[in-house]
């Protein structure tokens, strides 16, 4: 039989490398820009098109490569950065593994211009799928200039699946600030379609946090970043935690370094988080900027391919050095919340100057008070005698059957035949709604029907308990909210037509330019669920929001639904529509421990049994939940 076993050739040995270094178009941005900071460059100049799509540029003042070396750079695992294995363990340079540039060329078009200062004339070098096609001399500049075009076009399936241009900008902006961040001393820019998203001059680290997300907080981020510095045998941590007043629940300002490369550390940002469990209420997430500075063989960033993910050798001993260095800070610039007496609405507490004499408390109390004696109920259900007489075991059973009225036995057969029983006229009225008519119970199928003339109470102030008819049912009210809302704005969104209040006072809606392509994108969206803007050559105004909307910065809902077009996780629904219904829904829904008048619960509960699936929230969380008289009995 015939060997069936090939070497692939490398030009599909190189498509299937660059699947894991070259992900999107702000992987190209990353590794390019990377070299360039390895070369010694001190100004970086990166360019767009398309989101990355039809051109990525990036240009750099680094000592630049020979003609030799501008050639062999493109084959898998060339670099300049490693000669020994053991140099793994003493790495000093963003990029080592020699991956990145054969990736790129094996998936676009590459042209390199690149010179170094001993060199008159520089060198031109360009690349079709890994392949070169041209090599001249030419003139230019010190340094090196890549020039990406059609990113993927060999790979249709990969540029199919990349997403819109706004959601790749996003990607590759946050590639560029995090090595923004780790290198203060650069000159950066980013330029997407001709228009300058940031322009960045060296200066002190604050001052570069600042420049990059100073329009966030409206100029106060300058007062809640914390400095911390500290020095140990393991490790040293400079950088910054901020106030919690800081904190935000969506995109939050969190960055980690480890060496002068940006990395992801889920336990170390558990350290950090824990330090402001007490700080901050549920879901707000704090503001960090933590550098660590550790010996290079006790760190393993040869993990994946993006350098990201890296292993400390001494985690554990670390973990509590962050933690206290994080809360040692927010005690030191008294960011712990304290009590203000001084308030105008303070109440006035009188001093006791011991003039005012003081009963002692008087305890009283009824002797003949027996809670275990039961009074005769008329009006009680026949479950709800068999509670009453549940207790007495089956040493009673037989003095109860000859007694007058039901027997226990007979009342223990009323309840097994309301358990199995649905009146047939609830069951026609409610033949539509099936989800309303049955709960759900250990998988036994339980009938039982909402009653909207049924008793209610309120619970907790977060929940409503309905007496039905053989079960009792627990609506979270807020979440029946977001059920109802949710369907609402969606069909608004449909419609485009919802209801706005006008603001007395227009929000400026605080953008930098690459949020403002965000911002364009949902314009429509944002406007057909009653958003109105005011927009000029240099700010927007939101000029109306959606009537239900109250006690919400505007300014901040509407960074939150642009926010929300991303978001990830279980349950969460699919579409940009559907996500931004949903975010409004859970913005404009009832709180939790909001008490509710009787009008206020009737006409809750009406409008869910009005949804099309009341069962459960749009992200998969149920709303309502039967608790039955078997239930019940198991507690006594």
């Not at 060997?3 to 070259?22: C, F, K, T, W, Y």
């Not at 590639?175 to 650069?186: D, N």
């Not at 119970?441 to 209610?456: F, G, M, R, Y």
């Amino acid at each position: 039989m015939e060997d069936i076993i090939r070497v692939l050739p490398d030009s599909v040995a190189n498509q299937i490398a660059a699947g894991e270094v070259v992900q999107r178009p702000a992987s190209v941005v990353k590794e390019l820009m990377e070299n360039a900071i390895d070369a010694g460059a001190t100004r970086i100049d990166v360019r767009l098109k398309e989101a990355g799509r039809s051109l990525i540029q990036v240009t750099d003042n680094g000592k630049g490569m020979s003609p030799s070396d501008a050639r062999m750079a493109f084959q898998r695992h060339a670099t300049s950065k490693l000669r020994l294995t053991d140099d793994l363990f003493h790495l000093k340079t963003m990029g080592f593994r020699g991956e990145a540039l054969a990736s790129i060329a094996a998936v676009a078009y590459v042209e390199v211009v690149t010179r170094r200062p001993s060199d008159e004339l520089a060198t031109k070098i360009e690349l079709e799928g890994s392949a070169v096609t041209n090599e001249e001399p030419t003139l230019a500049a010190q340094g090196s200039r890549f020039t990406v075009r059609n990113l993927f076009y060999n790979i249709p399936a990969r540029r199919k699946f990349l997403g819109d241009n706004v959601k790749e900008l996003k990607f590759i902006r946050e590639e560029f600030i995090q090595i923004a961040l780790v290198y203060p001393e650069l000159t950066l820019s980013l330029t997407h379609n001709d228009d300058v998203l940031y322009q960045l001059n060296p200066g002190p680290l604050r001052q570069r946090i600042l420049t990059i997300f100073g329009k966030r907080s409206a100029g106060q981020l300058n007062k809640q970043l914390y400095p911390v510095d500290v020095k140990t045998q393991l490790v040293n941590i400079t950088g910054f935690v901020g106030d919690p007043a800081a904190a935000c629940q969506r995109d939050p300002l969190q960055y980690f370094f480890v060496n002068s490369r940006f990395i992801r550390h889920k336990y170390f940002r558990n350290a950090v988080l824990k330090a402001y469990e007490t700080l901050l209420p549920a879901g707000m997430q704090p503001v960090y900027f933590l550098y660590f500075e550790v010996a290079s063989e006790a760190l393993d960033v040869n993990i994946h391919p993006t350098k990201t993910e890296v292993k400390f050798e001494h985690e554990q001993a670390i973990w509590p050095i962050i933690h206290a260095l994080v809360r040692e800070a927010l005690g030191k610039f008294n960011a712990v919340p304290s009590i203000d007496f001084d308030r105008e609405d303070a109440p006035e507490i009188g001093v006791f100057t011991g003039d005012r004499l003081v009963s002692p408390p008087k305890v009283s109390y009824n002797p003949s008070y027996n809670p275990f004696l039961q009074k005769n109920n008329s009006h009680q259900t026949d479950w709800e005698l068999l509670f009453q007489d549940f207790h007495k075991g089956k040493s009673h059973a037989k003095s109860d059957e000859t007694s007058s009225g039901n027997s226990l036995k007979e009342r223990a057969a009323i309840f097994e035949s309301g358990k199995n029983i649905v009146d047939s006229a609830t069951e026609k009225a409610f033949a539509d709604s099936p989800s309303l008519l049955f709960g759900q119970n250990d998988a036994q199928v339980i009938p039982c029907s909402i009653d909207l003339e049924a008793p209610k109470i309120q619970l907790f102030g977060s929940y409503i308990a309905l007496n039905c008819r053989h079960a009792l049912l627990l609506i979270h009210q807020q979440r029946a909210h977001v059920r109802i809302l949710y369907e609402r704005y969606l069909k608004q969104m449909e419609l485009r037509k919802a209801p706005s209040q006008t603001l007395l006072f227009p929000e400026s809606l605080l953008l930098d330019s690459a949020r403002k392509m965000e911002f364009s994108a949902l314009e429509m969206a944002l406007q057909s669920l009653g958003f109105q803007f005011d927009e000029s050559i240099d700010r927007i105004d939101i000029t109306a929001i959606p009537v239900d909307i109250h006690g919400l910065s505007p300014n901040q809902l509407v960074l939150d639904l642009m926010d929300s077009v991303d978001e990830t996780g279980s349950g969460l629904p699919d579409g940009r529509t559907e996500r931004l219904a949903l975010k409004m829904a859970k913005a404009a829904a009832i709180p939790c421990n909001r008490f509710l008048s009787a009008e206020e619960m009737e006409d809750l509960i009406l409008r869910l049994t009005e949804t099309d699936e009341p069962k459960y929230t749009p992200d998969g969380k149920p709303v309502f939940s039967w608790i039955t008289p078997e239930e019940v009995l198991k507690r006594f």
